[in-house]
């Protein structure tokens, strides 16, 4: 802990998922935590949206803009950058359906290890 009381907290992946990241959303995005329980974890290629006028993002399996770009634990100012165009590794993110799948048509799923 710092002098200044700040306190940080290192969340590592335990994989790599993304082969190519060619872009993120502009700027960056708070985590909506409604509904989310503090201090669980979500997973790096989860699915999500984003409102650019509020710059909250939050988890969506129903019409996601893009996949969480890295691990982050649910906190009140947890920052999350989401990734719109790319490759990802599919067998290496948590299960998305075909249809999501569809709804974000610049990022490759691709099946390589």
């Known amino acids: 802990m710092?002098?200044?009381g700040l306190k940080k907290?290192?969340?590592?992946?335990?994989?790599?998922?993304f082969a190519h990241v060619l872009e993120t959303a502009l700027g960056g995005f708070v985590l909506d935590t409604t509904g989310l329980t503090v201090g669980d974890k979500l997973l790096a290629g989860t699915a999500f949206s984003y409102d650019e006028a509020t710059r909250m993002a939050?988890?969506?399996?129903?019409?996601?803009k893009g996949l969480l770009y890295e691990d982050v634990v649910i906190d009140s100012a947890t920052s999350v950058d989401i990734v719109l165009r790319g490759t990802v590794y599919a067998n290496r993110i948590?299960?998305?359906?075909?249809a999501l799948k569809a709804k974000m048509p610049q990022i490759i799923f691709s099946l390589s290890k």
């Open 94 to 98: 948590p299960a998305l359906t075909d």
């Open 9 to 17: 907290t290192v969340v590592a992946g335990d994989k790599i998922i």
């Open 2 to 4: 710092s002098k200044l």
């Open 58 to 64: 939050k988890p969506d399996q129903t019409n996601p």
